[in-house]
């Protein structure tokens, strides 16, 4: 520290260093080229001495100018001394307590939470504060962190109410606030259960403070059974089907099977079983919902609790059915020939409530009209007027922007207004020479066109994850059997690759392509006001026909889902001036859902301005009003809903605009207590052993709460801090200086050199 201060360096409260670095305002680069500019100066100027200075004489010398020059180029740099150290901090010790509601889970009577209780009135506390003599700071933990105080701990008005865990963000939270350095520990009392947030691993990997874990109850649990059913349908279409796929977890219990009970609208509908093999925790079930009634409709599942189980608060789960009426109706327009239109067709040929209308240019001013695979007779301009008006999906394939601009404006209107739905295929010729740049039509496409780069490689298609939220993907009942089957799809012969894809857009499909070890969009999807737009970007596809699942007989899994891609692009909008949007129809007490209200004038064209106005209905009947927000989108707007009971709830909407009602809308939510703290809710013991060890910490049931207290060290705590002088400021330096040049001097004078 001495030599330090001579440089005129001020150390402040630091204390010890932990790290000295030089940082030089020209780089290390400008210091180079400064010394090889001077040392050949340096050395000339010597050898021309000639031989009459002895040679011990001219190295002590050389030794000086070499140092004063060096120096000077040094500080011509201008050379930043960096000190890092360490400064001492009052000690500071934290408890956080985990309030989830897995710690409201029962052992033998008595709850995790309940067991915290006891712990503290034994005296926790007070046996830390005379261990360390600190008395420890306490937060409890579950969404969110908030400090408890001395008066809620002695009463311990504390309850375990929270939805989700999120540990890694308590930790960060509150070593944030109180100061890492200052803190001799972070004690956590949690049965380890993290539902939110980082993964702990990942976030404590690199924590300097010491986490110790005390587990209420980890002496002991019970046998638990779990119902898991992670996306269940919305939407079925009449005289079709729908696929129920769901999940049985066990701990602790030895079961070959558990039955599954269905009931719809309260009453028994149908039962699955879940087989679970040899040493396997979790065991799949699916049964199959006959859509032959329109309407709404309730489902409830539900598992047999066994004796002495850790929660029944994970063996049922429910979601709502809507069965609507097909009135599917497709137009394509191609601008060649090509046998994906072939394919299509005939895989909606396969639902006799799907229509399909194809309108083909065969050359440059003949059309061919084909309705349902039937041609009709050949005409020189295209009519397709009429059938875009009766479109639920329109097919885009290769066609010249100039055929489609008489009707672009009401294109983008029943996009926009959600009765329309469109999908694009690729083309043998570019956005831009197709004559689409600049039009509506490019601005709502999910890439950015005009950039697009062919690649003609085979590749096969990816699936992004086994838990896709689009039905239509699901070709096989198994997740990962699924991703392993597009995997063996017949390869495409190639794709536009595209420099960026548009903000809101998704990757339904991703894809390998031969040559590239990146993974391309294949499949891509995004919104355009309630309507959607998917889009492929290589192909072909209609080998994918030939693909089937070994248990099937001339079906075509693929082909179902272009069939169901439709349905969903038709998005099955009322024609009413205002219709709700729910992120799900399944919601959950606590948790906010952002319902979207879209509306349109009497020209449906998107209503901006407007007052939006909700209502919501519980099944006892009581009703709360909530007002929407306008968004950014046109015509769209929004209110988050947190809903305080579960039941189905009755959302109705109200739009006015200048006084004038617009219109209204209604739908439907069912909300089910969160699933998330029971989905998994045994005490993770083997995960908060791993983080004590990577904190240096330690881990302890609750009933051994004593060995934590023994293990934590009353050391100072200290802070790490990091502090700069210029050097070009140092007296010191600047003597030095100034005093070599004249050591030089005195010994060439006494030297008898000049």
């Given at each position: 520290m001495f030599i330090l201060k001579l440089l005129g360096f001020n150390p402040g409260p630091i204390r010890a260093i932990d790290k000295i670095a030089i940082h030089l305002g020209w780089g290390w680069a400008g210091l180079i080229l400064a010394l090889l500019?001077?040392?050949?100066?340096?050395?000339?100027?010597?050898?021309?001495?000639?031989?009459?200075?002895?040679?011990?004489?001219?190295?002590?010398?050389?030794?000086?100018?070499?140092?004063?020059?060096?120096?000077?180029?040094?500080?011509?740099?201008?050379?930043?001394?960096?000190?890092?150290?360490?400064?001492?901090?009052?000690?500071?010790?934290?408890?956080?307590?985990?309030?989830?509601?897995?710690?409201?889970?029962?052992?033998?009577?008595?709850?995790?939470?309940?067991?915290?209780?006891?712990?503290?009135?034994?005296?926790?506390?007070?046996?830390?504060?005379?261990?360390?003599?600190?008395?420890?700071?306490?937060?409890?933990?579950?969404?969110?962190?908030?400090?408890?105080?001395?008066?809620?701990?002695?009463?311990?008005?504390?309850?375990?109410?929270?939805?989700?865990?999120?540990?890694?963000?308590?930790?960060?939270n509150v070593a944030g606030n109180l100061g890492e350095g200052s803190l001799l520990g972070l004690i956590m009392l949690t049965d380890g259960v993290s539902t939110s947030g980082e993964n702990p691993l990942t976030a404590l990997s690199n924590m300097r403070t010491p986490v110790y874990f005390i587990a209420p109850g980890a002496d002991g649990e019970s046998p638990d059974l779990a119902l898991h059913l992670p996306r269940p349908p919305a939407l079925g279409y009449l005289n079709s089907s729908v696929r129920v796929r769901g999940e049985v977890s066990l701990h602790r219990l030895a079961t070959q099977s558990v039955e599954i009970k269905v009931l719809r609208d309260g009453e028994p509908f149908a039962t699955a079983v879940a087989t679970f093999s040899e040493d396997a925790g979790r065991a799949p079930f699916a049964f199959t919902i006959p859509c032959d009634t329109e309407g709404n409709f309730r489902f409830e599942l539900s598992i047999p609790g066994v004796a002495d189980e850790l929660t029944a608060d994970n063996n049922t789960a429910g979601f709502l059915l809507k069965v609507v009426r097909e009135r599917l109706n497709v137009l394509a327009v191609s601008g060649h020939p090509n046998w994906d239109m072939k394919?299509?067709?005939?895989?909606?040929?396969?639902?006799?409530?799907?229509?399909?209308?194809?309108?083909?240019?065969?050359?440059?001013?003949?059309?061919?009209?084909?309705?349902?695979?039937?041609?009709?007779?050949?005409?020189?301009?295209?009519?397709?007027?009429?059938?875009?008006?009766?479109?639920?999906?329109?097919?885009?394939?290769?066609?010249?922007?100039?055929?489609?601009?008489?009707?672009?404006?009401?294109?983008?209107?029943?996009?926009?207004?959600?009765?329309?739905?469109?999908?694009?295929?690729?083309?043998?010729?570019?956005?831009?020479?197709?004559?689409?740049?600049?039009?509506?039509?490019?601005?709502?496409?999910?890439?950015?066109?005009?950039?697009?780069?062919?690649?003609?490689?085979?590749?096969?298609?990816?699936?992004?994850?086994?838990?896709?939220?689009?039905?239509?993907?699901?070709?096989?009942?198994?997740?990962?059997?699924?991703?392993?089957?597009?995997?063996?799809?017949?390869?495409?012969?190639?794709?536009?690759?595209?420099?960026?894809?548009?903000?809101?857009?998704?990757?339904?499909?991703?894809?390998?392509?031969?040559?590239?070890?990146?993974?391309?969009?294949?499949?891509?999807?995004?919104?355009?006001?309630?309507?959607?737009?998917?889009?492929?970007?290589?192909?072909?596809?209609?080998?994918?026909?030939?693909?089937?699942?070994?248990?099937?007989?001339?079906?075509?899994?693929?082909?179902?889902?272009?069939?169901?891609?439709?349905?969903w692009l038709a998005n099955r909008r009322e024609d009413a001036q205002v219709s709700i949007d729910l992120p799900s129809s399944r919601g959950y007490v606590g948790q906010a859902s952002n319902i979207r209200v879209w509306v349109l004038d009497s020209k449906n064209q998107l209503q901006a301005n407007a007052q939006v106005m909700l209502t919501l209905r519980d099944e006892k009947g009581s009703a709360s009003s909530l007002p929407c927000i306008e968004t950014s989108e046109r015509g769209c707007y929004e209110a988050a809903f947190v809903p305080a009971l579960r039941g189905l709830y009755q959302i109705e909407a109200e739009a006015r605009y200048q006084g004038r009602e617009l219109g209204r809308a209604s739908s439907e939510m069912l909300v089910e207590m969160p699933t998330a703290e029971f989905d998994d809710p045994v005490i993770k013991e083997a995960l908060m052993r791993q983080l004590a060890s990577e904190t240096a910490g330690l881990f302890a049931g609750d009933n051994e709460s004593d060995k934590i207290i023994a293990a934590i060290d009353a050391v100072p705590g200290q802070k790490l801090e990091s502090r700069s002088a210029d050097l070009r400021d140092s007296w010191l330096l600047l003597l030095v200086l100034l005093v070599l040049p004249m050591i030089e001097w005195y010994l060439r004078r006494t030297g008898g050199l000049s």
């Open positions: 500019a001077m040392l050949p100066f340096v050395w000339w100027s010597y050898r021309c001495e000639g031989k009459s200075v002895p040679a011990k004489m001219r190295r002590r010398l050389l030794l000086l100018r070499l140092s004063w020059t060096t120096l000077l180029a040094i500080l011509l740099t201008g050379p930043i001394l960096v000190i890092s150290g360490w400064i001492p901090q009052k000690n500071r010790l934290a408890v956080l307590l985990d309030t989830s509601r897995s710690m409201g889970i029962k052992f033998q009577g008595e709850s995790r939470i309940e067991r915290v209780k006891k712990l503290f009135a034994g005296g926790f506390l007070n046996k830390i504060a005379d261990k360390t003599g600190i008395f420890p700071e306490v937060f409890s933990f579950a969404d969110n962190v908030s400090p408890l105080s001395r008066q809620e701990i002695d009463q311990f008005s504390i309850t375990a109410d929270g939805n989700q865990t999120d540990i890694s963000g308590a930790v960060r394919f299509i067709g005939n895989a909606l040929a396969i639902d006799p409530n799907a229509h399909m209308v194809h309108w083909l240019r065969i050359r440059d001013d003949r059309w061919v009209c084909s309705r349902d695979l039937q041609p009709e007779r050949a005409v020189n301009v295209p009519q397709f007027a009429e059938d875009l008006k009766n479109a639920d999906v329109l097919v885009l394939n290769g066609v010249s922007h100039r055929f489609l601009q008489a009707l672009e404006g009401e294109i983008i209107r029943r996009l926009e207004a959600g009765s329309l739905g469109m999908l694009v295929l690729p083309a043998n010729r570019s956005f831009a020479e197709l004559g689409y740049t600049g039009t509506a039509i490019e601005a709502r496409l999910p890439v950015v066109p005009g950039r697009e780069l062919w690649r003609g490689n085979p590749g096969n298609m990816v699936l992004p994850s086994t838990e896709t939220p689009y039905n239509f993907l699901r070709l096989v009942d198994d997740p990962v059997q699924n991703v392993e089957f597009f995997a063996t799809l017949p390869k495409f012969d190639g794709l536009y690759e595209y420099d960026s894809i548009k903000p809101g857009s998704e990757i339904l499909l991703n894809s390998t392509v031969r040559g590239s070890s990146d993974l391309l969009p294949f499949m891509l999807q995004c919104r355009a006001g309630q309507g959607h737009i998917i889009m492929f970007t290589g192909g072909p596809l209609w080998p994918n026909g030939f693909r089937l699942v070994p248990t099937d007989r001339g079906f075509s899994p693929f082909s179902a889902m272009l069939v169901n891609m439709f349905k």
